[in-house]
């Protein structure tokens, strides 16, 4: 059994390539539901307190600080939709090979995200 966003998760009775594919497929539904927890609490927030004229924060500290969260979000989104239709006629299995490979170029982003990171910390 495995916690996912709806609850427990049974894989008894799956292949060993099953539960490692439904393990991909919940991990990314939960890094997607945290992506978008982020930008709620802290991102959107951040964004509004630094227009304001006595912020502590400047729009371009916020901007170092999540710069491409929402690309990576819209990546996170399409991975997860993809995956998802696979799931819902049962050929995620099959096919997830090919969903990564065709979304591999979109991954490239994250080198960015993970750079302005660093950049962010300095």
Known sequence: CRFAGAGFVNFAGLTPRQKVVREIYYTEESYL???????????????????????????????ALFSDIGAVIRISEKLLGDMTA????????????KLFRDIAPLLKLYTAYVN???????
């Open 86 to 97: 696979h799931l819902e006629t049962e050929s995620l299995d099959a096919n997830i090979g």
């Open 116 to 122: 302005s990171h660093h950049r962010a910390l300095e």
């Open 33 to 63: 539901r945290n992506l978008k927890t982020l930008v709620g609490l802290y991102v959107m927030p951040l964004q509004i307190e630094a227009a304001k004229e006595d912020s502590f924060v400047t729009a371009k500290e916020v901007n």
